[in-house]
C-alpha cells in the first residue's frame, strides 16, 4: 500500500510569488490533515479535512493560504503572495475516518524556501 | 503558547545504554500521547502511544511513561542503538474535540556506536 505522497519535495521562491503544495493521502484515508514546521521548532496544525470538507482550519496563519481538496482525493495548499515567514517544511498526514486515538501518517513534507 | 514541550533540544547516549526522552504538557483536555520518530528528509513516523487511562505502554524496546498529576510523559529506549539515531516528538491528542495532533519541538537523539 503506497504511503503518504507530496510533491514537490523542494520548492525555492521569490518572496510574491504563488507556490501550490500537492498531498496525495492513503487510498481511503477520509482525513487528511497540513501541517507545518518552521525553523527547527515545533510542528504546527494547519487544517484538517473529512473527506472534502474543511473541517478545522483554526492553524492557517492568515489569507494567504488556500487549501482545497477536491472529490475527498487529493488536496491542494496555495501560498499568494509567498513571505519570508513562510519558509518551512509543509507536512501532510493522513487517517482513516474513525482513528479515534489519534495516530496519523505523514508524507515526507515539502520542503519551502522562500527568498 | 506551547501546549507539549520537549525542553532538551539533543541527546546523546551510548549505542546499549538507556535513552530517556521527556515532555511535558499543559492541556488536561488530551487523553491520548504518541511519540513519532523523524529521520532526515523524511515525514515522522509513529513509534508508540499511550492513553491517559494508562501509565505505562510497552513495544519491544521502547517504552512510554504517563505521569497525569505531573502533565509529564517520557519514552524510554533500551537499549539504544545507532539506528534510532533520528529526532523524536511528543505529541499529544484530545478525541473529544480537535482532531489534530499538537507537538512538541522535538529532542535529536544520537546514539554513539
Not at chain 2, 507539549?4 to 546499549?16: D, H, I, T
Not at chain 2, 537499549?79 to 480537535?98: E, I, M
Request: proline fraction near 5%.
Amino acid at each position: 500500500e503506497a504511503g503518504v505522497t507530496q510533491f514537490p519535495s523542494h520548492s525555492v521562491i521569490e518572496k510574491g510569488q504563488t507556490v501550490t503544495l500537492r498531498c496525495d493521502p492513503i487510498s481511503g484515508h477520509d482525513n487528511l490533515y497540513w501541517y507545518r514546521r518552521v525553523m527547527g521548532k515545533e510542528i504546527k496544525f494547519l487544517l484538517h479535512f473529512v473527506k472534502e470538507s474543511k473541517q478545522d482550519e483554526s492553524g492557517m496563519p492568515n489569507n494567504r493560504f488556500l487549501a482545497e481538496r477536491t472529490g475527498g482525493t487529493y488536496s491542494t495548499l496555495k501560498v499568494q503572495p509567498a513571505e519570508l515567514e513562510d519558509s518551512g517544511v509543509y507536512f501532510c498526514a493522513s487517517s482513516p475516518l474513525h482513528r479515534g486515538w489519534g495516530e496519523q501518517y505523514f508524507g515526507p513534507g515539502t520542503r519551502l524556501t522562500v527568498t | 503558547d506551547q501546549q507539549v514541550k520537549q525542553n532538551s533540544p539533543s541527546l546523546s547516549v551510548q549505542e546499549g545504554r538507556i535513552s530517556i526522552l521527556n515532555c511535558d504538557y499543559t492541556n488536561s483536555m488530551f487523553d491520548y500521547f504518541l511519540w513519532y520518530k523523524k529521520y532526515p528528509a523524511e515525514g515522522p513516523t509513529f513509534l508508540i502511544s499511550i492513553s491517559s487511562i494508562k501509565d505505562k505502554n510497552e513495544d519491544g524496546r521502547f517504552t512510554v511513561f504517563l505521569n497525569k498529576s505531573a502533565k509529564h510523559l517520557s519514552l524510554h529506549i533500551v537499549p539504544s542503538q545507532p539506528g534510532d539515531s533520528a529526532v523524536y516528538f511528543c505529541a499529544a491528542f484530545d478525541s473529544g474535540s480537535a482532531r489534530q495532533l499538537t507537538f512538541g519541538s522535538g529532542t535529536q537523539l544520537t546514539v554513539l556506536p
